[in-house]
């Protein structure tokens, strides 16, 4: 199965960091996944968070800073501040994942809903040479329509709370408890042409599971531990 770094390895550096995209790479991830916001001037930056208060130095949103303000900030690691942990940017994350490494971006700012914002980020993309290793995330509709407008080339994935999968993307990310509730999930996606990844970030009690129904990646904190883990269940099978 794929494996996807969910943050980067956030179980072991701080989330949406370049060390802990770096720390991915070097766990043997093949996707990273982070999240996307825009900065007061319109720049690319990768926080999940609204506000900065979590996992940064200071407070207020981050749509109300510039870029320049943002790389004054310094991230969080348990409650303490990594002063040279700084709030990356897209490009930082291109440089710090080398191809043939996909990046999996959640579109979180508001702003994606604006088919025009998205053609930035595709041309964006484009110039960094990573569109074609790059796949989108979100949880809405509106910013699907926006992005498959802007870019039908790009693969979206849908981040759903649905029991069942969604018709018009590529990857469906249900909350994992979903595919116990209905046990066919996985196979009426792969009849669809979708690609499952369980939306649980922790997901080593449940690989034989997910194994057994036909879940095609997996999303997890921690990549070397739920490598290893898979081998050991990939053993015992």
């Not at 991830?29 to 720049?43: F, I, N, Q, W, Y």
């Not at 990573?130 to 926006?146: G, I, N, P």
Request: aromatic content about 6%.
């Amino acid at each position: 199965m794929v494996i996807v770094a969910h943050r980067g390895s956030m179980a072991l550096e701080p989330e949406n960091s370049i060390a802990a995209f770096r720390r991915a790479v070097d766990d043997g991830a093949d996707l990273v996944e982070t999240d996307l916001r825009l900065s007061s001037d319109g720049k690319f930056v990768c926080f999940h968070d609204a506000m900065l208060g979590r996992t940064a130095n200071a407070t207020g949103p981050v749509s109300g800073r510039t870029l320049a303000e943002l790389k004054e900030v310094s991230l969080r690691w348990k409650g303490e501040a990594r002063l040279r942990e700084r709030i990356p940017t897209l490009e930082d994350l291109v440089s710090a994942v080398p191809s043939p490494l996909g990046l999996a971006l959640e579109l979180k700012d508001p702003r994606f809903e604006d088919q025009e914002v998205c053609a930035t980020l595709v041309d964006r993309l484009r110039a960094l040479g990573a569109l074609d290793r790059t796949m989108v995330l979100t949880a809405t509709r509106t910013k699907s329509t926006a992005m498959r407008e802007a870019a039908p080339e790009v693969p979206i994935g849908s981040i759903t709370f649905a029991l069942a999968p969604a018709t018009a993307v590529e990857l469906v990310g249900p909350f994992w408890p979903l595919l116990v509730i209905n046990p066919f999930y996985v196979r009426l996606a792969h009849r669809r042409g979708i690609v499952v990844c369980p939306l649980d970030p922790r997901p080593d009690a449940r690989l034989a599971f997910y194994r057994a129904i036909g879940c095609d990646a997996l999303l997890t904190d921690n990549p070397s531990a739920t490598i290893a883990a898979l081998r050991n269940v990939e053993a015992r099978a």
